[in-house]
Structures are given as structure tokens and as C-alpha cells.
């Protein structure tokens, strides 16, 4: 019989429903995968396999009795740490919540259980979301299945390497800078941000938030484009508690071949300039689109500059996440801003102006992004896609020492500090675009390369019917040495 650990959810299910496999066997193959696999790249933090037992027994006797429980009856999965499940703690990496243990699942885990599935465990994540590594002083550090001397991104980075190493068929991650993207692509797997608002968040992160942040997105993670579709219908829509009024209305695709899409290719940037094995991947995608079909413009002309673009983001996004900064650094940033420039572009000068910019100034920011995202609008009356990079470079070694501006990347021999690659999350993620990443193969490292694909908003069935499609060309998951 054919591995469970690498059928795709929806195989699995599709093998449940037919009797093949058992929900019991499936979860069990998983459990057993973590308990011989897991400890080298320490991905799945937590687990609850006795709940998740008692459901899986349930679902085949359901299945027996001929009641389907949904589109993943009986498939076992992850979430990231940061979603709550009940009986799991929710501590996004912070020591002081441990004992977060909350009494109802987040709006997401609900909707994934309705659908039949067995949330079994929770995967690792860096302290409060804010990193493109993954460690932590409550789970300590996760190494990427490609090499355990790399990190497998980050926010999203345990629940990408638990893809790749088979320890889970399925993920569901969080992003504002690329969380899932940058993730996806260092461990070779697929990630989709959502059109921001269309994928409720009740229930990620910590308490007292209710909403929200400005820019963040949940999406899902896979081994395979079809069940970031599954993943995505099941979890979109309205929040029942916040949304009354609206409903999800996502266009369908009807694309069936990838002729005629027009695409623009962005390979690197002078904002942020990547490395050759990354935008080599960029040009194999591009090629293959090009052979299919498609109309394939070379670096396209942006209606907007992207150095203002970049900065835009920075201070959006890190005036977002200055709710949770703690009161000792908001103290010190405090201290600091007097003696920090207006056009003081260092990024941990940057933080100061972003972490204690009065409202009035949040507002100025906000229009230049509405400024933004016209462009963009415009930019998409010609284009249907933008491909372009979601990284930097490949999977780069663990760095845990100093702060992010500081840990320096080798982007064509020339070092770059790790957060200028944000440039390619904000592109797309400061207007509420959707983006998929998908594998474009191996660099000459041996490690997996991505490619974002960029897309209007509201246009996310379309981004995943062009996933599918390349997926179809080659671009698809490939296992790790050692773990298939």
C-alpha cells in the first residue's frame, strides 16, 4: 500500500471514504512518522493523539454507517502553534503562556473539523510571529528536513517543514511578512496568502485581540495546489460573530490551460536584490509559462516606486505589530525617537518611527498605500499575474544571535541584512493581494527554490487554478533525502 505520509489530503480521503484506509490507520502512520522522524527537525511541538484517536475511531464508524462527517472525513492534520486548540496550549513561543490553554477552537479549526478533519497537533513558530526562522523558548528551534543546518522559514516555519518531511498532509499557517510564503518556498512545498478579510482569524494569536492585524492573512499550506483549493473553501467566509452583512464571493476559474495568461516577471529589484539560484527558479517558471502559452513580459514597469513601496510596508507592518511589543521596548523606542531621522531608513531606526508614530501619521502612511494599491488595480486591467521572488536567496543557516537587521544573508557574494528581503512580502501583502508559492525547483545547494505568484484581489481561485496548472508542468513537491 502506498505510504500515507505522502498522499495528498485529498487522496486520503479519498481513501478513507472508500474503505482503503482506515482514519485510525492514517493517523497512526502519521503519529508513528513524528515519533522516528521529528526529533531531528523538531517541526510538530504538540500533539493530543489520544482526542485525536478517540475522533478518527469515531469518523470510521461514521464512515461505516455510510454518514460522511465532510471533504476531510477522517484526515489527520497540523495547525500552526498559533491557532487554538482545545487541550493545546497557545504560547506563540512566549515562556509566560505556557499555561494559555484555550477552551474553544479558533474559527479556522472549527471549520476544519466540521469538514471531517483530525487536528491532531500544533507546529513551531518563532517568538510572537516576528521572525523568517522559527525558534522559541518554549519549543525550541526547528531545523528544514533539506538540511537541518537551515531554517525552515518562519512565521509558518513548523508547519512547512512538517509538509515536507511527511509528517502532516496538511497545514494551515499565518501571514503578515511572508509567514507562509518564505516558509513554503525554503522547504519546497505550496503556501497560499488569501485576499486579506476573506479567511476569518477569531482564535489565532493571544488574548485580548479579537480582530485582526492590519496586513495579516491566515492561509493554508500543502504538498499539492489541489488542497490549498480544499483548504481554502473549507476556511473562507465570514466570521459568523463579525460578519454580518457580507459573504464570500470569490470568483471561480475557469482556466484550463495557461495560454493566453498574461504575466509580468520580476526576478529581483534594486530595492531588494535576489540571488541568482532564486531568480533562476523565477526563469523556469517563466519559461514553462512562455511554452505553454502564455504572454510573458519581462520585467514589467510597476505604476508606483518601489523603494516607497518597500517603505510604505515597513511602516504599516511595523506599526501593526506594535501592539504586541512589550511595555520595556516601547519604553525604549519611546526614549529613542527623538534622536531618530524622518528619512532614517535603518531598520531599527525604522522600528522606532513605526512603533511610536502618532494616529495622525498611520493615516498619512494608509494614503500612500491607497496610492499603491490603485496602481496596482491598473496594473492588473493588463496582467493576470505578477511572478516574482519570495525570498532572497535559499534556506540560509541559523542565525539566533543579535537582532533581524543584523544577521546578514550572501545574495550574489554581497551580504544584505535578512529583513531587506521583506520587499517581496510587502509587495503584494501591503495592498491585501493574494499570493501562491509554488516549487521551482532544486538550486545547485541542493535546496528547493519558490516563486510567488501575484494576483488582484479577490482572485485567489484563479492564482490556484495557475498553481495546478504548473504544478502539471513539473512544478511540483519533491520529498527530502532521507525522508521518503
Not at 459573504?247 to 526576478?267: F, H, I, N, Y
Not at 501593526?320 to 535603518?346: C, I, K, L, P
Not at 543557516?397 to 544577521?407: A, F, S
Request: aromatic letters at 8%.
Amino acid at each position: 500500500m502506498t505510504d500515507p505520509a505522502w498522499l495528498s489530503g485529498k487522496q486520503l480521503a479519498s481513501k478513507i471514504r472508500r474503505g482503503e484506509l482506515s482514519a485510525v490507520e492514517a493517523l497512526d502512520a502519521f503519529a508513528e512518522r513524528i515519533r522516528r522522524l521529528n526529533p531531528a527537525i523538531n517541526a510538530v511541538v504538540a500533539t493530543d493523539l489520544p482526542r485525536a484517536r478517540r475522533r478518527a475511531a469515531a469518523a470510521d464508524r461514521a464512515r461505516a454507517k455510510g454518514v460522511p462527517l465532510g471533504l476531510l472525513h477522517g484526515v489527520p492534520m497540523t495547525v500552526k502553534e498559533s491557532f487554538d486548540v482545545p487541550g493545546l496550549a497557545t504560547t506563540v513561543g512566549f515562556e509566560a503562556q505556557r499555561a494559555n490553554l484555550p477552551t474553544e477552537p479558533a474559527v479556522i479549526v472549527e471549520r476544519l473539523e466540521a469538514a471531517g478533519a483530525i487536528v491532531f497537533g500544533k507546529t513551531n513558530l518563532p517568538v510572537a510571529m516576528a521572525d523568517w526562522q522559527s525558534f522559541n523558548p518554549v519549543y525550541g528551534t526547528t531545523n528544514n528536513p533539506w538540511n537541518v543546518e537551515r531554517v525552515p522559514g518562519g512565521s509558518s516555519g513548523g508547519s512547512a517543514a512538517a509538509l515536507a518531511a511527511g509528517l502532516t498532509p496538511l497545514e494551515y499557517g499565518s501571514d503578515i511578512g511572508a509567514s507562509i510564503r518564505n516558509p513554503a518556498h525554503y522547504c519546497g512545498v505550496f503556501g497560499h496568502k488569501p485576499t486579506i478579510g476573506i479567511v476569518p482569524d477569531r482564535g489565532h494569536g493571544l488574548p485580548p485581540y479579537v480582530h485582526g492585524r492590519d496586513i495579516a492573512a491566515c492561509g493554508p499550506l500543502a504538498r499539492t495546489a489541489s488542497d490549498l483549493e480544499v483548504l481554502l473553501k473549507l476556511t473562507a467566509g465570514a466570521d459568523p460573530r463579525w460578519g454580518a452583512g457580507w459573504r464570500l464571493a470569490l470568483r471561480p476559474s475557469s482556466r484550463r490551460t495557461l495560454k493566453g495568461l498574461r504575466v509580468g516577471v520580476l526576478p529581483s529589484a534594486a530595492t531588494a536584490e535576489v540571488d541568482r539560484a532564486v531568480q533562476d527558479g523565477i526563469q523556469r517558471v517563466a519559461r514553462a509559462l512562455k511554452s505553454a502559452g502564455a504572454k510573458v513580459a519581462a520585467e514589467p514597469a510597476l505604476p508606483f516606486d518601489l523603494d516607497d513601496a518597500h517603505h510604505t510596508y515597513l511602516m504599516l507592518l511595523r506599526g501593526a505589530t506594535a501592539a504586541s511589543v512589550t511595555d520595556a521596548q516601547f519604553a525604549d523606542a519611546t526614549a529613542r525617537r527623538a534622536t531618530v531621522r524622518e528619512d532614517d531608513w535603518d531598520y531599527g531606526a525604522m522600528l522606532v518611527r513605526a512603533w511610536t508614530m502618532p494616529h495622525r501619521d498611520w493615516h498619512a502612511w494608509n494614503a500612500r498605500r491607497m496610492a499603491i494599491c490603485e496602481g496596482w488595480r491598473t496594473w492588473f486591467e493588463r496582467f493576470d499575474v505578477l511572478l516574482c521572488p519570495t525570498a532572497a536567496t535559499t534556506a540560509f543557516p541559523h542565525m539566533q544571535q543579535g537582532e533581524r537587521w543584523e544577521r546578514m544573508l550572501d545574495v550574489n557574494g554581497t551580504p544584505q541584512p535578512s529583513t531587506t528581503q521583506m520587499f517581496w512580502a510587502g509587495l503584494g501583502g501591503m495592498a491585501g493581494l493574494p499570493s501562491t508559492v509554488i516549487p521551482a525547483g532544486l538550486a545547485d545547494d541542493g535546496l528547493p527554490t519558490g516563486a510567488q505568484l501575484i494576483g488582484a484581489r479577490g482572485t485567489d481561485l484563479e492564482l490556484l487554478a495557475v498553481a495546478k496548472l504548473l504544478e502539471r508542468e513539473g512544478f511540483a513537491f519533491r520529498a527530502p533525502p532521507g525522508y521518503a
